[in-house]
């Protein structure tokens, strides 16, 4: 495994490289990193195609923006921010300007999705790993979007952080937001109002959503709902697996990517 750093818009963004071979980048989730992504890198750089039985893989695993070991925007991000961070990245790395195999996770599913619709010819497959792509504007979310907005007046008062990770943890509960800082909260905000329901239609490249049957974090009717409306794209549910597929089963993981190449 390697270890690298390139600017990218004007940021220190450092990425790690496994194995050798047909360019396949992983995208991690919102609040992970690259570390996380080593153990599925390894297995796959050391897998063969079972199309082919040719194959080998040269696995690129970025820290986005804010992550890791990357540095972090200096203003608040959208994902059509990140999309075109990764086309720049794409660019600056020898083994990504052509056509690569991508896989997103969550947040990462989001941003490969994204990409994938606007530079089709850059994608040979995309797999998409629990990917948070559905994320329905309800009324609900809307409150707390602007509860969010109307914390920041009350930010000088004693006992202010306290209070307001309170609030996320036993009100929201599942929210990211009270442990993100400086732009990246602002960008948290961005992501999360950014649904691509109606956009994953247009989704033109071999597609294989994977997705555990107890992920309460982005739960398998959203998987379902994907494969409807992405053109014959292919549903692998994994039985028994909740959000965290690449930490708790990396093996059959690997084994549904692997046998879909």
Not at 60 to 74: A, M, N, R, V
Not at 216 to 231: M, Q, V
Not at 236 to 247: F, N, T
Request: glycine letters at 6%; a positive charge.
């Amino acid at each position: 495994m390697q270890e690298n750093s390139v600017i990218i818009k004007n940021l220190r963004v450092n990425y790690k490289t496994i194995g050798e071979g047909k360019p396949f980048l992983i995208l991690h989730g919102w609040g992970s990193n690259s570390e996380k992504w080593i153990k599925i890198g390894e297995l796959l750089a050391e897998t063969r195609s079972a199309g082919s039985g040719q194959e080998n893989y040269k696995v690129i695993i970025p820290d986005l923006p804010g992550f890791g070991k990357s540095e972090e925007p200096t203003n608040a991000w959208s994902l059509d921010n990140y999309v075109d961070w990764l086309l720049e990245f794409s660019d600056a790395v020898p083994e990504l300007k052509n056509q690569f195999y991508i896989a997103g996770h969550s947040f990462g599913g989001a941003l490969a999705s994204k990409f994938s619709i606007k530079y089709v010819q850059r994608v040979s497959k995309l797999f998409l790993i629990s990917a948070a792509c559905v994320r329905k504007r309800t009324a609900i979310k809307k409150i707390w979007y602007r509860l969010a907005k109307m914390f920041k007046i009350f930010s000088g008062l004693p006992l202010y952080q306290r209070a307001r990770k309170g609030f996320y943890k036993y009100i929201i509960k599942k929210s990211d937001y009270p442990y993100q800082s400086g732009a990246m909260k602002e960008t948290y905000l961005k992501i999360i109002l950014d649904d691509l329901s109606y956009r994953v239609r247009f989704i033109r490249v071999p597609t294989f959503i994977i997705w555990g049957d107890k992920d309460e974090s982005t739960p398998i009717d959203e998987a379902r709902w994907l494969n409807n409306r992405i053109l014959r794209s292919k549903l692998i549910i994994i039985d028994g697996a909740d959000h965290l597929l690449h930490i708790k089963v990396p093996e059959v993981l690997i084994e549904k990517i692997i046998s879909n190449l």
